[in-house]
């Protein structure tokens, strides 16, 4: 049963670490040691107070903690909802409910796993990394991350994603760091280096930049999976704010990302 105890967490940091991008710490109840890269929660700042709402969050850290585990969440200010979390400090508490949604699956003979993320899209993708790499499959997998960003300055989770032994390829919009350009064009650049029957594609980022890694995988048969960050409102299926399309065996089909995802095959989604 939930309790009271698991609705709430307690603030350990919540540090800018780029302009507008904050990484957070909470410490929450023991339900979330079983979280898996992919899920996410719905956090607010509680009370009476702006938002109503909660804002769906992916997990991109979980560790050990007295009080049950330790999660940490890499946002970016976008607006009103992540911004009033962003002025709130260590010991203050806030409203969570999760772990929520799927998970990440690794792809049955996958040796090699290519990461794709655009922007904040790197948040999940970072705990995922993290899991293929000290986790069960860690002897068996190759990762490889693409990680674009808009500049030098808003590239985020490169560090983490190297120190677990993950290759790293960096694009950004202005050329600061990397490649300069679209994270899917450099990764489209480089995609015939895999071997499609033994690799599986995992991606991030915003609708416009998913919808292209749809393109692109259109011809080779690599196996993709894409977190699709779409609006919500409950979290929980009760709204049917965060539906989406996808192909069903007679025709579209609706899903909704809360429950049904976030992570959904890629070769399913029927993009807007
Ligand atoms: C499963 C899931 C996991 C997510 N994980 C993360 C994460 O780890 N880190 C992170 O920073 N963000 C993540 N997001 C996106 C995050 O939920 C939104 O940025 C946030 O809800 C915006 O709320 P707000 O009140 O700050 O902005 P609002 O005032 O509601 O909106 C501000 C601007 O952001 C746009 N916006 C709002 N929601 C989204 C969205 N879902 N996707 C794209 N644009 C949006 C609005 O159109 C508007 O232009 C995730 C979303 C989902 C569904
Ligand atoms: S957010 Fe309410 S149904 Fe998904």
Redesign the pocket.
């Known amino acids: 049963m939930v309790t009271r105890e698991d609705l709430t967490a307690e603030i350990l940091s919540n540090a800018e670490v780029a302009p507008c991008h904050y990484l957070l710490a909470l410490a929450v109840s023991p339900v979330y040691r079983d979280a898996r890269p992919g899920q ?1 929660v719905m956090l607010r700042p509680g009370g009476l107070g702006i ?1 109503f709402l909660g ?4 997990i ?1 850290s979980l560790s050990g903690h007295a009080r049950g585990a330790r999660i940490e ?11 009033v979390i962003s002025t709130r400090c260590e010991g203050d508490r806030l409203e969570v409910l999760g772990p929520l ?1 799927n998970r990440f699956t690794c792809f049955p003979g996958m040796d090699t796993a290519v990461l794709v993320a655009g922007g ?1 899209g790197i ?2 993708l970072v705990f995922l990394a993290e899991r293929l790499t000290t986790g069960p499959a860690k002897d068996r997998v190759r990762v490889v991350a693409y990680i674009g960003a808009r500049d030098a300055a808003t590239l985020l989770g490169v560090d983490r994603v190297r120190a677990f032994g993950a290759e790293v390829r960096i694009s950004t919009d202005d050329g600061s760091a990397g490649h300069r350009g679209p994270v899917t064009e450099l990764f489209r650049n480089e995609m015939g280096s895999f071997d499609t029957a033994r690799t599986g594609v995992f991606a991030c980022g ?2 416009p930049m998913l919808r292209r890694m749809g393109e692109i995988v259109a011809d080779r048969p690599m196996p993709c999976q894409v ?6 409102a409950c979290g929980m299926g009760a709204c049917l704010g ?1 539906t989406i399309e996808v192909r069903g065996p007679g025709g579209p089909e609706y899903r909704q ?1 809360c429950t049904d ?2 992570v959904f095959d890629l070769r399913d989604i029927l993009w807007r």
Do not use: D, H, Q, S
């Not at 804002?55 to 992916?58: A, D, I, V």
């Not at 977190?227 to 919500?232: A, C, F, K």
């Open positions: 996410f938002p804002r769906p969050l992916g991109y969440i890499l946002y970016r200010a976008a607006g009103r909802g992540t911004k949604g904040i948040a999940p915003p609708y977190l699709m960050e779409e609006r919500m965060c990302v995802g976030p």
